[in-house]
């Protein structure tokens, strides 16, 4: 029989990161539009508007995909509970009683 063996540490390990790395993109704001006009040069301030909207909006995929990844940690690390708790339950069910087989033929 073969032996699943998860690393719960290792995957809370990774949710603090990916948690953090979330934070840090969620609060990071809009950038750019501040900074453009501040340039002096209309064609240079264009680029870096161009810049801040590229990245505002590829920060927000990265975040969607930060989400997916948290929500697929805490989906594995809940599931494997629960399957760790009912093939324990199982296996107790399973196991022989010693006690009232040793009385039951009169022998100690």
Do not use: C, H
Not at 47 to 67: H, M, P, S, T
Not at 85 to 94: I, P, Y
């Amino acid at each position: 029989m073969t032996d699943i063996q998860i690393e719960f540490d290792a995957l809370r390990t990774a949710r603090v990161r990916v948690d953090d790395a979330l934070s840090t993109f969620e609060s990071a704001g809009t950038v750019g539009g501040d900074l453009a006009g501040l340039t002096g040069e209309d064609r240079l301030a264009g680029k870096v508007r161009d810049f801040a909207d590229n990245w505002d909006y590829n920060r927000g995929k990265l975040i969607e995909k930060l989400q997916f990844v948290r929500d697929g940690i805490d989906a594995i690390v809940d599931t494997m509970t629960e399957v760790d708790a009912e093939l324990a339950r199982q296996a107790e069910e399973a196991a022989p009683d010693t006690d009232s087989d040793s009385d039951s033929d009169g022998e100690p």
